[in-house]
T-cell receptor, first 118, second 115 residues
Framework: AQKITQTQPGMFVQEKEAVTLDCTYD???????LFWYKQPSSGEMIFLIY??????QNATEGRYSLNFQKARKSANLVISASQLGDSAMYFC???????????????FGKGTLLTVNP | EAQVTQNPRYLITVTGKKLTVTCSQN?????MSWYRQDPGLGLRQIYY???????DKGDVPEGYKVSRKEKRNFPLILESPSPNQTSLYFC??????????????FGPGTRLTVT
């Protein structure tokens, strides 16, 4: 069965420093996708970044990058130059094939609460 | 403006009274999905749809129905709501960009309380 694990319930980082949020996954499917989302205290869900299992290069999106280590089954999110507005809950998720083969079932980790200190 | 809209944003109802939460996207995305978020449990997928008239169960489909009669709309139906369906609900759509890349857009959420 597919499983996503975020082992850090909470993380603290100083403003302007980089921070890594951990995410490990378990699946036997060769085709899957990895997502990261941000949920500020206001409650909305914001998509940050996506990495496909066959992608050779790590995904990047502005200050966000996904450190994809396939052999270790990890997909850590790296936020560079943290800002106060980065304080939020961060969720990792994995998409995997359904019985028909389309890669659209998603399972989520429990999240990591990031606090950026001034 | 590209967006996913949900209505209502807040709803308090009683056990057994049928309700529908609407979801609409204006981006012509084929894929849409419903999630619920509960404290300590994170987000869990309820149902998803790959295209018009094509839907499939997520992790927690019991007590819910969906339909996808047109691409832009994906309503979530609770035929007989129960208190354990009290939750924060999110609708989302996914755009497949180049190659295998995806972008996902979420609605603002619907906070449902069933008494």
């Amino acid at each position: 069965a597919q499983k996503i694990t975020q082992t850090q319930p909470g993380m603290f980082v100083q403003e302007k420093e980089a921070v890594t949020l951990d995410c490990t996954y378990d699946t036997s499917d060769p085709s899957y996708g990895l997502f990261w989302y941000k949920q500020p205290s206001s409650g909305e869900m914001i998509f940050l970044i996506y990495q496909g299992s066959y992608d050779q290069q790590n995904a990047t999106e502005g200050r966000y990058s996904l450190n994809f280590q396939k052999a270790r089954k990890s997909a850590n999110l790296v936020i560079s130059a943290s800002q106060l507005g980065d304080s939020a809950m961060y969720f990792c998720a994995m998409s995997f094939p359904n019985s028909g083969g389309s890669n659209y079932k998603l399972t989520f980790g429990k999240g990591t609460l990031l606090t950026v200190n001034p | 403006e590209a967006q996913v809209t949900q209505n209502p944003r807040y709803l308090i109802t009683v056990t057994g009274k049928k309700l529908t939460v609407t979801c609409s996207q204006n981006m012509n995305h084929e894929y849409m999905s419903w999630y619920r978020q509960d404290p300590g449990l994170g987000l869990r997928q309820i149902y998803y749809s790959m295209n018009v008239e094509v839907t499939d169960k997520g992790d927690v489909p019991e007590g819910y129905k969906v339909s996808r009669k047109e691409k832009r709309n994906f309503p979530l139906i609770l035929e007989s709501p129960s208190p354990n369906q009290t939750s924060l609900y999110f609708c989302a759509s996914i755009k497949r960009t180049s190659g295998s890349s995806y972008e996902q857009y979420f609605g603002p959420g619907t906070r449902l309380t069933v008494t």
